[in-house]
């Protein structure tokens, strides 16, 4: 099975992985019209880029100027679409007179990597699975600026950041402890946080009681998948990612076997046992074509080292 990039004409531009429930989905427009790929762990994914990547737009809106953006770009959006997609984010405090409600939530991607941060309450969990969260709890529930006070109350009272670079969530992704550890992390957390109510916690944001959910076997990590072939299902190669890919280019390919999944990044096996990580906020406004097999023909980064594997794979 291959991912049902477009095809040569049909102008589907992938707009980046999706987490509406527990599997992932990429999401797919052209024009106004949307659909999406349901993703599957153990089936091919494969494409090769067209020509130059352009500005995806903002807030459901073509970019006026066909802007043409930078191939590292995670963004994938011109100057311009950024300022106006970022206006009417949450995360600008523009809409004080939000009715919905809110929730407070602790994430953890890591032994000392955790943070706070709210999301509508409507959308569930979905938050936290694109943001790659491995395991968290909610904390509490309210009106939108009362989630926003309790955020920066425990910013400053607990030391915990509200952002985490995605290069340092895949570098302890790959090194996770077990379970029981990180439930336990979650909940010394928790339990310092609750311990602040009644010293800057808003009145009108209800605590929630804790409950860790875990992600690992939502994101297939850990586990090792099987792929189909024609004596029966196969074991696919599992190994901690130590490459990710650092741009598209005109003719690059990335292909392989899919094996895990958290937030954006897709975890591919590819030839020579290997497993390369594919941020898929880099393949926005990009044109694809389909490609099966299993290539990767892009530039590529080392995961935590730093070090930039220059030319083409």
């Known amino acids: 099975m291959t991912c049902a990039v477009r095809?040569?004409?049909?102008?589907?531009?992938?707009?980046?992985?999706?987490?509406?429930?527990?599997?992932?989905?990429?999401?797919?427009?052209r024009g106004g019209r949307r659909r999406v790929s349901v993703l599957a762990y153990g089936a091919g994914l494969g494409f090769r880029a067209v020509g130059e990547r352009h500005?995806?737009?903002?807030?459901?809106?073509?970019?006026?100027?066909?802007?043409?953006?930078p191939g590292r770009s995670t963004g994938g959006r011109c100057a311009e679409c950024a300022r106006l997609d970022r206006a009417h984010s949450v995360a600008a405090d523009t809409m004080a007179d939000d009715p919905r409600t809110?929730?407070?939530?602790?994430?953890?991607?890591?032994?000392?990597?955790?943070?706070?941060?709210?999301?509508?309450?409507e959308r569930g969990a979905a938050r936290l699975r694109e943001q790659g969260a491995v395991a968290f709890s909610w904390l509490g529930r309210g009106p939108l600026m009362a989630a926003r006070r309790t955020e920066e109350v425990l910013r400053a009272a607990?030391?915990?950041?509200?952002?985490?670079?995605?290069?340092?969530?895949r570098v302890e992704r790959g090194h996770l402890p077990g379970a029981d550890e990180r439930a336990a992390e979650v909940a010394e957390l928790y339990a310092r946080a609750a311990a602040l109510e009644?010293?800057?916690?808003?009145?009108?944001?209800?605590?929630?009681?804790?409950e860790v959910v875990d992600q690992v076997g939502i994101f297939g990590l850990g586990r090792a998948p099987e792929a189909e072939a024609e004596s029966g299902p196969v074991p696919l190669p599992?190994?901690?990612?130590?490459?990710?890919?650092?741009?598209?280019?005109?003719?690059g390919v990335v292909a392989g076997r899919l094996v895990a999944a958290a937030g954006p990044d897709l975890h591919l096996a590819v030839t020579?046992?290997?497993?390369v990580v594919l941020d898929t906020r880099l393949i926005t406004g990009w044109d694809l074509a389909a490609e099966s097999g299993s290539d990767v023909r892009v530039p590529l980064i080392d995961i935590g080292g730093g070090g930039v594997q220059g030319g083409l794979f």
């Open 7 to 29: 095809e040569s004409g049909g102008g589907w531009w992938c707009s980046g992985v999706r987490w509406p429930g527990e599997v992932p989905e990429l999401g797919w427009s």
């Open 55 to 69: 500005c995806v737009g903002a807030r459901g809106n073509v970019c006026p100027l066909g802007a043409v953006v």
């Open 238 to 251: 599992v190994s901690a990612p130590v490459r990710a890919v650092r741009e598209l280019v005109d003719g």
């Open 158 to 169: 607990l030391g915990v950041p509200d952002r985490i670079p995605y290069a340092r969530k």
């Open 272 to 275: 020579g046992g290997g497993v």
């Open 198 to 210: 009644g010293r800057g916690w808003p009145e009108s944001l209800e605590r929630l009681p804790l």
């Open 102 to 121: 809110y929730r407070v939530y602790l994430a953890w991607f890591g032994p000392g990597l955790v943070k706070v941060g709210i999301t509508g309450e």
